[in-house]
């Protein structure tokens, strides 16, 4: 069966530093993986997919992955956070329909 | 121009009562879903439905009902609402079941019983 484990809950920097989300997945073969921003009271979006395309992703606002297919990993990183980045982060692969980690909560300091 | 469209949009009711969410998407996908987040943000899966017939049914109680009238509609009802049934529904579509197809969410419509 396939899952992904965000190893974080909550992660928490200041505007300007690195972002590093971290989700690792359990899968038979190569998945595709996603990674979804929701803001406070607000829907889903999507921020990147992998696809096996390229083992590195490029999202919306600045954000990344690299799939690490040695380490079973697929971390989301920003070189330096915003204000407007604060939100729930969800690491999520598909099969039949989307599975999604437990998300991680990212909180950006003034 | 929403894509995906749930309503109503909040729903508070009181328990034993009937209830139905509506979903539509004008994407021309032909793959719906419903997921269920709880209070601590966890979501999962409940139904799915490709060109109106149901694919996924994950362990769900009876008194949810999903109904697909065709492969732009999904809606969910729900009977005898129970206090733990208070959370977040997203429905979703997607063009194909499957995983190198993007998924586009609704804004969630957030159940309230009390």
């Known amino acids: 069966a396939q899952s992904v484990t965000q190893l974080d809950s909550h992660v928490s920097v200041s505007e300007g530093t690195p972002v590093l989300l971290r989700c690792n997945y359990s899968s038979s073969y190569s998945p595709s993986l996603f990674w979804y921003v929701q803001h406070p009271n607000k829907g889903l979006q999507l921020l990147l997919k992998?696809?096996?395309?390229?083992?590195l992703v490029k999202g919306i606002n600045g954000f990344e992955a690299e799939f690490k297919k040695s380490e079973t990993s697929f971390h989301l990183t920003k070189p330096s956070a915003h204000m407007s980045d604060a939100a729930e982060y969800f690491c999520v692969v598909s099969l039949r329909a989307l599975t999604f980690g437990s998300g991680t909560r990212l909180q950006v300091q003034p | 121009d929403t894509a995906v469209s749930q309503t109503p949009k909040y729903l508070v009711t009181q328990m034993g009562n009937d209830k139905s969410i509506k979903c539509e998407q004008n994407l021309g996908h032909d793959t719906m879903y419903w997921y269920k987040q709880d209070s601590k943000k966890f979501l999962k899966i409940m139904f799915s439905y490709n060109n109106k017939e149901l694919i996924i049914n994950e362990t769900v109680p009876n008194r949810f009902s999903p109904k697909s009238p065709d492969k732009a509609h999904l809606n969910l009802h729900i009977n005898s609402l129970e206090l733990g049934d208070s959370a977040v529904y997203f429905c979703?579509?997607?063009?194909?079941?499957?995983?190198?197809?993007?998924?586009?969410f609704g804004s969630g419509t957030r159940l309230t019983v009390v």
């Open positions: 979703a579509s997607s063009q194909m079941t499957g995983e190198n197809y993007g998924y586009t």
């Open positions: 992998y696809t096996s395309a390229a083992t």
